[in-house]
């Protein structure tokens, strides 16, 4: 199938975007490798803030904040995975349950006492549980999960560009927090 590429969770080399042995992959290693590597970048954005400022909402009038995101897409990746591929019955980490408020958008708007350790350390288990998820299933299965009928290609395809466009969220929210850039 693919490599397992994490130690613990985290990717071994996440700091380093695929090279040019992935042009030459088959279909799987090529979407799994992107889709790591758009997840590596989003981790990444959250890399050495502290809680406050992975809270902080930078660039208003959006309310979307780092730790939102990590928290957001920790969701995401269960749903597709966890849902839709397996059509589990799985309730959301942090969606519609984990506010006082119950704010149904309570991956995007944390509580106060939500830590960016927590969130990071859910994000990673998450993502390694999907990724044994995606290895069993082949590309062409169509499944009929919570979520609808889609192929398993299909749902890649999609992981790879939600994480792309939040990564770009992400990467105007860390460069307005303290100045940092790049992937």
């Known amino acids: 199938m693919f490599p397992d590429v994490y130690a613990r969770g985290v990717p071994q080399d996440w700091t380093k975007p695929p090279t040019d042995d992935v042009a030459a992959a088959d279909e799987r290693l090529t979407l799994m490798t992107f889709l790591d590597y758009q997840r590596a970048i989003l981790a990444r954005k959250a890399d050495g803030l502290t809680d406050e400022q992975a809270r902080r ?9 780092i730790l939102g995101l990590i928290r957001h897409m920790a969701d995401v990746d269960k ?3 966890q849902r839709a591929v397996l059509g ?5 980490i942090y969606f519609g349950n984990s506010h006082p408020d119950g704010d149904p958008d309570g991956d995007f708007h944390p509580p106060e006492d939500a830590t960016l350790d927590e969130a990071v350390a859910t994000y990673w288990d998450v993502i390694s549980e999907s990724n044994r998820i995606f290895a069993g299933a082949a590309l062409d299965d169509i499944e009929a ?6 192929s398993v290609r299909w749902i890649l ?7 792309a466009r939040h990564c770009g969220h992400a990467d105007l929210l860390r460069q307005a927090i303290d100045g940092a850039t790049g992937d």
């Open 79 to 81: 749903g597709w995975s």
């Open 157 to 163: 395809v999609h992981l790879v560009e939600e994480y």
């Open 57 to 65: 909402t930078a660039c208003p009038p959006s309310d979307l904040s």
């Open 88 to 92: 589990a019955d799985a309730e959301p």
């Open 145 to 150: 999960g919570t979520r609808g009928m889609y």
